[in-house]
């Protein structure tokens, strides 16, 4: 299944020999900034059991066979929904991956049910957060308390539409 394309690049839906890449490319990014948390290591460990059988979807950017960047949405119940675990390899960085990425969790999203898209992440994260931004996600008053010791940023998705 392939729900966009750019120079080649299409994004397909989880497989359990996805896994690993969804784990290494996650590990990566967080890695290099911060620190792993238990929750990134409950989620990396088992992304089918955590994401897919809660509902969600994980997204894989190919081009042939490498996979150059990955991302999850989660109902997190209550009508809300989570982007997360965005990351894209360092050499694919600049080429739109991100973007189409976002499109179809927005695609997911909106075919969901789910009232509510959000996400977290950091300031330090610039390139991300104008990212997030461009692609409609607003800086809002976090509704609960974040799951991740790293977090100070929490955004919402505002629908066009809306």
Not at 37 to 42: L, T, Y
Not at 75 to 99: H, N
């Amino acid at each position: 299944m392939s729900t966009a394309a750019l120079s080649g690049v299409v994004i397909v839906p989880f497989s359990v020999d996805r896994a690993a890449d969804f784990k290494r490319i996650n590990a990566e990014w967080i890695e290099r900034y911060f620190s792993i948390e238990p929750k990134d290591s409950a989620i990396l460990d088992n992304p089918q059991g955590y994401i897919i059988d809660a509902g969600g979807e994980i997204f894989f950017a190919l081009d042939g066979d490498e996979v150059l960047g990955t991302c999850a949405v989660r109902p997190e119940g209550g009508g809300r929904a989570e982007l997360s675990k965005m990351g894209v390899t360092p050499r694919a960085q600049g080429r739109g991956i991100g973007r189409l990425l976002i499109e179809a969790v927005l695609g997911w999203f909106e075919a969901s049910g789910e009232q509510v898209l959000f996400l977290e992440s950091h300031r330090s994260l610039g390139p991300a957060l104008k990212l997030y931004e461009s692609a409609g996600f607003q800086h809002t008053e976090r509704p609960d308390v974040s799951a991740y010791e790293r977090c100070d940023v929490y955004m919402e998705w505002a629908s066009p539409g809306a």
